[in-house]
């Protein structure tokens, strides 16, 4: 049965007409017209549906939408702030961190998530914090620079 659901997305209220198990990417995705975050293995497993939940980097193709009721989700298109690029954007266009850019949305909002939790990770807390998102095209050294120059950057803001 189709039920009104609300959450925050990208520092607006959204509400929509759907299953409460409708997953989150889903839902993201079709109904929001956030095509940002991407549909990988829709098991867990690669990362590209990552969004940053209350602060958390979380896998959106594992959560039923019911589950982010009332809460605050940051996709990829969240980031950018009046037209300027976050400092994790930024830092993978200088590292060239991207080859097809299908993983991407999923590596930045599990580094920015990453980042909220340790602002200056070295680049074996970088490589632990991000073991678990896959790239194919195999762009993961100049991934981990990235971050460490987007950690950079961010604690020069403060
Ligand atoms: S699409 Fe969600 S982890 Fe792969
Ligand atoms: S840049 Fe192609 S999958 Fe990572």
Known sequence: MKQSISFT????????EVEGNESL???????????????GCGLGDCGACTVVINNE???????AVEDVVNKTILT???LEENGNLHPLQKAFVEK???????????????AYGLLLKNPTPTRNEVINGMEENLCRCGSYNRIVEAIQLA???????F
Do not use: H, W
């Not at 980097?57 to 959560?63: G, N, Q, V």
């Not at 950690?151 to 803001?157: D, S």
């Open 9 to 16: 997305l990208n520092g607006k209220p959204v509400t929509v």
């Open 76 to 78: 990829i298109e969240g």
């Open 57 to 63: 980097a979380l896998r959106s193709c594992m959560l």
């Open 25 to 39: 990417l889903t839902v993201i995705r079709e109904y929001l017209d956030k095509t940002g975050t991407k549909f």
């Open 96 to 110: 060239d961190a991207l080859q097809c850019g299908f993983c991407t949305p999923g590596m930045i909002m599990n």
């Open 151 to 157: 950690g950079i950057e961010m604690n020069k803001n």
